[in-house]
């Protein structure tokens, strides 16, 4: 693939090259060098746009020659490019810590990426997380290929106009203008691949976009081949109804797994981030098929295990339904004609009950039963996701539903600012990110007093800078008076305690919490003596009309004349405004109704920048709350939408804000340092920011997730799938024979300290070595639960399959406390996963 050339002007070719080379490549959105270089360019539109490839179009002859002609010019360049291409041609972590993994791709899906203001096709934290994990992996080596889509639209900017609503305004994404590139055939044309939708062809057009060693690959739909319907298919990021979502899903899943075959990439393991991409599933199950000359369920089988699916959902409701008949309709000839199944059979794929035929078709349980492995995002996330899925598991304890977690981090590189990124450069070193973290905590916590406390003079400085010249433009867009635009110059002071809230205004975030109370919240921050400072942003969807209505709230009280130079509401929240505010604010202030925060990631940003969280007891801060890293509210318990507790925890929001974070912000020594305040920094850089970064988040799922994922699947396909279709076969014999499984007596002894356990079971003809029959007692004053494998006995005379099972346990615990239960078991099964199967005995007397 030839990279594109820009320059049609008389500019030394070898630099032409090389910030051609350099804009195309997302690595310079976390590198404070690479914002020097363009900024040289045009320090007005870098500031704007923060979009090199832009300035690059933009920049005059002229402009371009004087400023390239300058030697300075020319050797950050010259180190630049040098930086990149030893990056991309040295050994990282993963090739150093596991050189022999045989793990040549790990395909990453997703909906969307959130990777820099430049490429707008995210809205939110679902991207962030996207986007921050293959910053990570590129920092890591971890050879990870991006597969999204290329919205037209993207998610929607945000206007307010003079009476505080919310205006949605959809500005056009032109490829021309974004850093991406069209991925080119050896012949030169451009690949496109090719889906069969009811009665026509859609065709895909396919971009690039580099992220360090990383390739995303991005598919759009905006073909001149297609119908007009369908070129509008990649329009808009979770925009019109249930039949364009699906279209969406279908080119993400089953295009973006043709596409890796279309690059002959053969990845190991596809990660399916969200219930999106779940139709990846299908389609590699299909190309499976297609290679090896199986059926549909030993492919499933086997593919499978090489599938991981991560869940950010805390609600039921939040997963993607299709009707039948739309799958139908879209998957009818693909299921019967590629997948040789019925579509019914396919359908049963995404049933909660398999044989109720209204059921809609649920997304997530279509990644959850074609995949090896599920996680949530945060500890507490992964107790939810257990909650919502047990249904696919009845009978199992909610324990053992197979779901773990692997908490999110973001990308420290992208969120800290300048200055913040020399004090960690000065504490652990240039490449401090690109490693295990093993001495972080100990480097960052020899930083003086002085040195962390500057930092959060100069940080807050520079945001107060930031809201100014933003908000001065805001306003003057609405028509503001020349004494309006006067006063928003002086919004804000350097040396005020800076709270910020910048979330997506949605009821169970509550972002008006803290405006529950106008008045009170009018005294904390008006107090002469020790006054406060608030920065607030967000979006609501254009279809919420309560989160819109909350957004009018705090324009109205922003605009108060007596709160007019100490609060800000600045509209259109993106990623360059985000950098700004998790660099500069003190405190980040989060509010969500517990357990409805699946992770929350914008309160980990500020770690890096020595900022602290003010936070409800949900999400990510649940398992990273201790009162010498930040504070918090609620009780870690969960009490929905109750108005009364939202009050009660309101007034916990403000007493907390009162009593705790002003007076030791206030309280300075004779050095005007804060020493209480800046312990309690050093403790959350130190503690917290190496844990909850991206870099922590990718090796935790290479080392739990994806370099098992690999083996498994390898150890599957060995053979032609031979162990695939052994697994269908003993899935098989369980269904056929479960029914018919009975325990029958069953009889305790103690022998010394030991209970010496006795159980009857009949198998009927089902192969005794196909399942397992443990003793099980629940977990007990927080500990593990015990599943005590049961030693099976000689057949019982006179009984079809009959035998006596036993088992020696520890009377640590009665006697009662345990209950036999008989479950699948496959050396190479994933169980509960593939085989949800699970009898007990309902009443032992153990006599």
Known sequence: ?????????????????????????????????????????????????????????????????????????????????????????????????????????????????????????????????????????????????????????????????????????????????????????????????????????????????????????????????????????????????????????????????????????????????????????????????????????????????????????????????????????????????????????????????????????????????????????????????????????????????????????????????????????????????????????KDIRAASDASLWQLRADSRKGLVEYVRRLYSRQIASRGASSADLAQAALTLDDDILTLGFARRFAAYKRPNLLLHDPARLLNILMNRERPVQLVIAGKAHPQDAEGQEMIRQWFEFARRPEVRSRVVFLSDYDVLMAEHLVQGVDVWVNTPRRPWEASGTSGMKVLVNGGLNLSELDGWWAEAYSPEVGWAIGDGREHGDDPSWDAAEAESLYAVIEREVIPEFYARDEHGIPRAWVARMRESMARLTPIFSANRAVRQYTEEHYLLSAADFRQRAENRGSMGADLVAWQAELAKHWSALRFGPATVEQLGEQYLFHVQVSLDDIDPDAVRVELYAETQKGGDSIAHAMNRGERLPGATGAFTYSASVSRGRPAADYTPRLVPQHAGAFVPLEAPFILWHEAPSWR
């Not at 050339?5 to 090389?18: G, K, L, N, Q, Y």
């Not at 329009?235 to 596409?259: A, D, H, K, N």
């Not at 039921?316 to 998957?331: H, K, M, Q, T, V």
Request: charged letters at 20%; hydrophobic letters at 40%.
């Open 1 to 441: 693939m030839s990279s594109p050339t820009i320059f049609d002007r008389p500019i030394d070719t070898a630099i032409s090259d090389a910030l051609t080379d350099l804009a195309l490549d997302l690595r310079w959105s976390f590198n404070h060098s690479a914002d020097q270089l363009w900024e040289q360019l045009d320090h007005e539109l870098w500031e704007l746009t923060n979009n090199p490839w832009v300035l690059l179009q933009t920049a005059s002859r002229e402009k371009l020659q004087g400023v390239t002609s300058d030697p300075g010019f020319q050797k950050l360049l010259a180190d630049l490019h040098r930086e990149k291409t030893e990056a991309e041609g040295s050994d990282a972590w993963f090739q150093k810590a596991h050189p022999r993994s045989g793990v040549s791709t790990i395909a990453y899906f997703s909906m969307e990426f959130m990777l820099s203001e430049s490429l707008p096709i995210y809205s939110g934290g679902l991207g962030n997380v996207a986007g921050d994990q293959l910053k990570a992996a590129s920092n890591l080596g971890v050879p990870v290929t991006g597969i999204g889509l290329l919205y037209q639209q993207g998610y929607f900017r945000q206007e307010i106009d003079a009476q505080g609503h919310q205006q949605a305004l959809y500005p056009f994404n032109d490829p021309g203008q974004l850093p991406i590139r069209p991925v080119r055939e050896q012949n030169g044309e451009w690949l496109r691949l090719a889906i069969n939708l009811p009665g026509f062809k859609l065709w895909i057009r396919v971009w690039q976009v580099q992220v360090g060693r990383v390739k995303l690959y991005l598919l759009d739909s905006n073909d001149p081949a297609n119908l007009p319907s369908f070129r509008g298919i990649t329009s808009e990021l979770y925009g019109g109804g249930p039949e364009l979502r699906l279209r969406q899903e279908l080119v993400l899943g089953v295009g973006g797994w043709r596409l890796l075959r279309a690059l002959g990439l053969q990845p190991e393991v596809c990660h399916l981030n969200e219930g999106h991409a779940a139709f990846a599933v299908l389609e590699r199950a299909r190309s499976y098929m297609e290679d090896n000359g199986k059926p549909f369920d030993v492919a499933l089988s086997v593919t499978r295990a090489g599938n991981l699916f991560t869940t950010h959902t805390p609600v039921e409701a939040g997963f993607d339904r299709f009707a039948p008949s739309l799958i139908a309709r879209y998957l009818g000839k693909y299921a019967e004609g590629e997948l040789s199944i019925s579509v019914d059979e396919l359908l049963t794929l995404g049933r909660r009950d398999r044989r109720d035929s209204s059921e809609p078709f649920n997304m997530a349980y279509l990644a959850i039963r074609g995949s090896g492995a599920i996680n949530g995002v945060s500890k507490l996330h992964g107790q939810v996701s257990r909650q919502l899925f047990q249904p696919l598991f009845p009978r199992w304890p909610e324990a053992e539903v197979p779901v773990t977690y692997v908490t999110n981090g973001v990308h420290t590189p992208t969120w800290d600012s300048a200055e913040a990124d020399r004090l960690w450069e000065v504490s652990c070193g240039k490449q401090c990110w690109h490693g295990t973290l093993a001495d972080t905590e």
